[in-house]
């Protein structure tokens, strides 16, 4: 019987010998694989995080203590040790686990997360309520390399250093992001080993830091420096800077060692960071050679693992798009907040490397920096996902909005996503930019008109966002960018006449609608691809001749494609009846995005039985005997 077998609790972990330790090690890591194999998942970074999560698990009682992991992405062996082993391969899957630590799922899953760098500044939070309450557990922040390039990690360091509540921060340092990490911190950790006198010290018996730093500084001046690295407030180390005890690195993959500096951080009064040098992808080979490619790989088979093509997306397709207009305007820049490979950009950051920007996981410095650029004169792109581009909310109004800059923001999984859900859905980003002034919102339907959306919206200048969704798009042939065509912005197309009704569709929903209206000449389908500014002639004119109107989208019903439409009826004094489809006030777990358009009433078969009830189709013999 395995290991795993007998662990069903972190009380078990607890209980467990040093060589089990190493087993149960072991075959998280073939659990971890296994299911990764079967449905897709975050894979490399869960496989470099398999000695840490079972040393936490070890030394603390994690219903209790609080291990906040950043991303949680990496919490696969967590999960499977924390009394979900058997549901674990519904992980991502409709109505399975969540893909992060969600803190409804489990008491172990100290909160929710997905979006990086949230945990020091939660952690604090926890300590805080912890030391209020005279509480004693513990509090372990696990935060990897790229989540602290996020500015709010490193704010939130900054106050812990001021506040100094007792806590351990585990710096997971595997070097890698998505993308290799960036950034001077990352360069900096490089400069930073393992001094051999450290293990001179301990070779004079197990004691405790404390008393090893007091030794080094007795042990003369060559000690003396390297002792000033570790505790001096003054040294080169960022982390002292901040009021951050600094202890490391070590390696993150030997359990002893973990165990032996978790136990002796813990010992130590105020904040201490420990820094672990782990292997993004450890213990598979595959993942270990590309740790890029098998961070979050589709299913697989385990047995002869290889790195499948995604085929072509909407993201490859921009990725084209933004190295023909770069070519044809040495003026384009594309900034991206470390989603090289997600937003397409690896060709573009060969092609372009002297106007690419990778600013870590930085979406506010990314929003910032374009709008820098743009007041020199420059075009940039600001490349990003729905989801993330909350994260510079603040930055888009302040300091790209209000000075009506030049900033072409490249919206990439607009939408609902599938498996990384409700942290990651792609669903608001219609409401809280419309509302800006001088930003304008637009979404094609398809290949040939998103290159004339990003070509126009560069030639306009001014704030301009484009979404897409994310998955796969139809390829369009290559042509130059003179040949792409130059849009009327803020003008829709009536791609389907007719009489009674027509349907306002944005993107993906263009196609469900044609579908859904194919055999009914009366309901017209509108490719409703401006969202700000809305096209009011052709709303207006259809809404004088129609008997009702239906807006139809992949977003949030509050603030979308149908609030604008209906504010614009509404001052228009126009009374045509508006049916709006999307989703409603609630946030959407992960699943099958195709199921979920269904659910919600947008997508191609509830569409059509939309338009049965609103009497502008027959129902279907099948349906009709419902
Ligand atoms: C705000 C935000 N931006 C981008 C991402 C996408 N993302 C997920 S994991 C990741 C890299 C995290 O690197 P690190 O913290 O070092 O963890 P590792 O994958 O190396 O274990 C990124 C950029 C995110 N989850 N949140
Ligand atoms: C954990 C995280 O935020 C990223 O890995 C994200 O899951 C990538 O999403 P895509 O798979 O849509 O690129
Ligand atoms: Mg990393």
Same mark, same amino acid.
């Given at each position: ?22 087993? $149960? #090690?072991?075959?998280?890591? @073939? ?6 194999? =079967?449905?897709? +998942? /975050?894979?490399?970074? *869960? !496989? ?48 399975? $686990? #969540?893909?992060?630590?969600? @803190? ?6 100290? =909160?929710?997360? +997905? /979006?990086?760098?949230? *945990? !020091? ?506």
């Amino acid at each position: 019987m395995g290991v795993l077998e007998r662990v069903n609790s972190t009380d078990d972990v607890s209980a467990l010998s040093r060589d089990e330790l190493h087993a $149960l #090690a072991a075959e998280l890591r @073939s659990e971890i694989i296994r299911v990764c194999s =079967l449905g897709g +998942g /975050h894979l490399a970074s *869960s !496989l470099g995080a398999v000695e840490l999560t079972v040393a936490l698990h070890h030394l603390y009682d994690t219903a209790r203590d609080r291990i906040v992991w950043d991303v949680g992405h990496q919490t696969y062996g967590h999960k499977i040790i924390t009394g979900r082993k058997d549901r674990i391969d519904t992980i991502r899957q409709p109505g399975g $686990l #969540a893909g992060f630590t969600t @803190s409804s799922e489990s008491p172990h899953d100290a =909160l929710t997360v +997905g /979006h990086a760098s949230t *945990s !020091l500044a939660a952690a604090l939070g926890m300590a805080l309520a912890r030391d209020a309450r005279g509480d004693d557990y513990s509090i372990v922040a696990v935060i990897g390399d790229g989540a602290l390039t996020g500015g709010m990690a490193l704010a939130a360091l900054n106050q812990i250093g001021h506040v100094k509540p007792k806590m351990t921060i585990v710096l997971n340092d595997n070097e890698m992001s998505i993308s290799e990490n960036v950034g001077a911190l990352n360069t900096f950790m490089r400069s930073l080993q393992v001094q051999p006198w450290l293990h001179e010290v301990e070779a004079q018996g197990k004691r405790t830091l404390g008393q090893i730093s007091q030794t080094l500084v007795d042990l003369g001046s060559r000690a003396k420096k390297a002792a000033r690295r570790f505790f001096d407030p003054n040294s080169a180390n960022p982390f002292h800077a901040m009021g951050v005890r600094y202890v490391g690195p070590i390696d993150g993959h030997d359990i002893d060692q973990l165990l032996y500096y978790l136990a002796h951080v813990q010992e130590l009064s105020g904040p201490t960071m420990l820094h672990i040098v782990t292997k993004k992808g450890k213990g598979y080979k595959i993942a270990e050679s590309d740790p890029i490619y098998w961070h979050g790989p589709p299913k697989f088979d385990a047995s002869k693992p290889v790195a499948a093509s995604k085929g072509y997306t909407w993201s490859s397709a921009f990725g084209d798009a933004a190295c023909a207009l770069s070519s044809a305007d040495d003026r384009v820049w594309v900034i991206t907040p470390a989603m090289r490979e997600g937003s397409g950009l690896v060709a573009y950051s060969q092609k372009h490397p002297e106007r690419y920007l990778d600013v870590g996981i930085a979406e506010d410095v990314a929003v910032t920096t374009a709008a820098g650029l743009a007041l020199r004169g420059e075009k940039p792109i600001v490349a990003i996902y729905s989801t993330f581009l909350q994260r510079g909310f603040d930055q888009v109004i302040h300091d790209v909005c209000l000075e009506n800059l030049d900033v072409v923001f490249a919206i990439d999984r607009a939408g609902l996503v599938g498996g990384d859900g409700m942290t990651h859905q792609g669903v608001y980003d219609l409401a809280y930019l419309r509302a800006l002034p001088n930003m304008s919102v637009a979404m094609p339907k398809d290949v040939p008109e998103m290159r004339a959306m990003l070509k126009t919206a560069l030639k306009l200048g001014g704030p301009k966002a484009v979404r897409w969704p994310r998955g796969k798009a139809t390829p369009a042939p290559e042509a130059p960018v003179a040949a792409w065509e130059e849009l009327t912005w803020g003008s829709w197309e009536v791609l389907k006449e007719g009489s009674r009704a027509f349907i306002l569709a944005l993107g993906p929903t263009v196609g469900y609608a044609l579908q859904a209206t194919a055999d009914l000449p009366e309901v017209g389908v509108v490719n409703a691809r401006f969202v700000k500014p809305l096209d009011e002639a052709l709303l207006e004119r259809l809404a004088r001749r129609a008997e009702v109107l239906i807006t139809a989208e992949d977003h949030v019903l509050m603030g979308g494609l149908g609030s604008a439409v209906a504010e614009t009826l509404v001052d228009k004094g126009l009374r045509v009846p508006l049916h709006r489809l999307g989703i409603p006030d609630v946030h959407v777990p992960h699943g099958d995005p195709a199921a979920q358009h269904e659910a919600f009433g947008y997508g191609p078969r509830a569409l059509r039985r939309t338009l049965e009830a609103l009497g502008l189709a027959q129902p279907t013999l099948l349906e009709a005997s419902d």
